[in-house]
């Protein structure tokens, strides 16, 4: 890339400051070689719909219902998100990326409170960027801008729109797992049990989802998989009770309780009165 077309509000950037694509200095990190599909507790797939949801690349899709939507990834320094969508989220006359975001939010899977979210804010017309942002979105830190590039030693390559070979679209962000940690203001470290909920939006606080929801109509943790930042899937912190572990269990009280009171109550008065006159005058 020729050092003319760094140009950001008129000036034009030299040397040490192609890092302004890297505003925190982080390098982006390889893509996986592999993603995992992120599920369901038990393994489940999550398949939004196809054309729920205008425009077309930010409607998360599953080519019919026959693939899995979201997928997440983790190299134990750097979280890797992608979606599956119906359109092409590319457009480089925009910034990159067309006018729209795409997020994940981080909930601790303990109780389903949001502490975290990563996303690509492709709503700006010339500059769009890779972000972590606190649960409100009153904090953003841009981690990674367009145009991406890997000058200067730094690696600001942390979003890619590419096919998915079945005449739909990926969408894939990265953030470095340190910048999650720092923005949810101690409530997530890199091994914390954590829950994600993929969405699109066009709204402008970049932590809500207003557009597509990976499954229903609102962010909700119920049942989803468990995973860490830093080490990918994980066993459920609170799981219920395990039948296995006891299949018949004995009943804590007794099944047929004794009534507190007679069941056949004495009547208070005889239900044959004597007759008040004799019948045989
Ligand atoms: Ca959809
Ligand atoms: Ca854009």
Do not use: C
């Not at 912190?237 to 007679?262: L, V």
């Amino acid at each position: 890339m020729a050092l003319a077309t760094i140009v950001i509000g008129g000036h034009a950037l030299s040397g040490f400051a192609f890092a302004a694509n890297s505003p925190q200095a982080d390098n982006a990190a390889a893509w996986p070689a592999s993603w995992t599909a992120y599920t369901l507790a038990g393994g489940g797939a999550i398949a939004d719909p196809d054309s729920d949801v205008n425009p077309a690349n930010v409607d998360i899709a599953s080519n019919g219902g026959a693939a899995q939507s979201v997928f997440a990834a983790t190299d134990g320094t750097s979280v890797f998100f992608r979606l599956r969508l119906r359109g092409n989220p590319v457009d480089a006359g925009k910034g990159g990326f067309d006018n729209a975001f795409w997020l994940v939010h981080v909930a601790s899977a303990s109780d389903g409170v949001v502490r975290a979210v990563a996303g690509l804010n492709g709503k700006l017309v010339s500059t769009d960027f890779v972000y972590v942002s606190n649960t409100p979105g009153s904090a953003v830190t841009e981690v990674y801008t367009t145009p991406f590039d890997n000058l200067g030693g730094v690696d600001s390559r942390g979003a890619r729109g590419l096919t998915d070979g079945s005449g739909q679209h990926f969408v894939d962000f990265q953030v470095p797992i340190a910048q999650l940690v720092a923005v949810s203001g101690g409530g997530l470290s890199s091994s914390t049990p954590v829950k994600f909920f993929f969405g699109s939006s066009s709204a402008n606080n970049l932590a809500t989802i207003n557009k597509d929801f990976m499954a229903g109509t609102a962010v909700s943790f119920d049942g989803l998989a468990v995973w860490t930042l830093a080490g990918g899937p994980a066993p459920d912190p609170t799981p219920t009770p395990t039948p296995s572990e006891d299949p018949s269990p004995e009943p804590s009280e007794d099944p047929t309780p004794t009534p507190s009171d007679d069941p056949t109550p004495t009547p208070s008065e005889d239900p044959t009165p004597e007759p008040s006159a004799d019948p045989t005058p």
